[in-house]
């Protein structure tokens, strides 16, 4: 029976976060909710649980959300812009992370094929391109107030396992 839960995103949101702890932007530390190792991931859903809000208090984290899904002439590759917001009080905390999206998804291919390669990859998907399509400038937050806000748009390419009939596996 087919998975329809599987997303693409989860495993790009894994191996986004696993990428800024291995460059020691984001420290998991900060993000130990009671102090015995349960460390959130402060890259959540746009619908994210009350419990992200006041535990985030303060701290940098990224909200995503999916705003495009399209195909292109071959069905079998999904088509979609992933829209992260990045928020902190300290710009150069937005200034750190969206140079480090850029340098980490703006190879195409290549940054497709290192997702594809790590860990936080599923057998289920397989990356085809990555391309930053657009970085918004760093302005005050309308939703969280003492913060700064910025946004990442990233468009990715990937196909999903299917089945003997084109359907998904």
């Not at 009671?34 to 009350?50: D, E």
């Not at 917001?85 to 340098?103: G, H, K, Q, R, S």
């Amino acid at each position: 029976m087919v998975n329809y839960k599987l997303d693409a995103m989860l495993d790009l949101r894994k191996y986004l976060w696993q990428e800024l702890q291995d460059a020691d932007i984001f420290d998991p530390n900060d993000y130990d909710t009671t102090g015995t190792g349960n460390i959130l991931n402060p890259i959540i859903p746009v619908q994210q649980p009350a419990e992200f809000n006041q535990f985030l208090s303060g701290k940098k984290h990224i909200v995503y959300d999916k705003i495009n899904i399209s195909y292109d002439e071959n069905w079998m590759i999904c088509n979609e812009q992933i829209l992260f917001t990045i928020y902190a009080i300290d710009v150069a905390d937005i200034n750190e992370i969206t140079n480090f999206m850029v340098d980490l998804f703006r190879r195409m291919d290549d940054s497709a094929k290192d997702i594809n390669l790590s860990d936080q990859s599923s057998p289920q998907f397989k990356f085809h391109n990555t391309y930053v399509a657009d970085i918004s400038p760093t302005t005050p937050s309308k939703e969280l107030q003492g913060f700064l806000s910025s946004d990442v748009i990233l468009e990715i390419k990937y196909s999903r396992i299917l089945d003997v009939n084109g359907r998904f596996a």
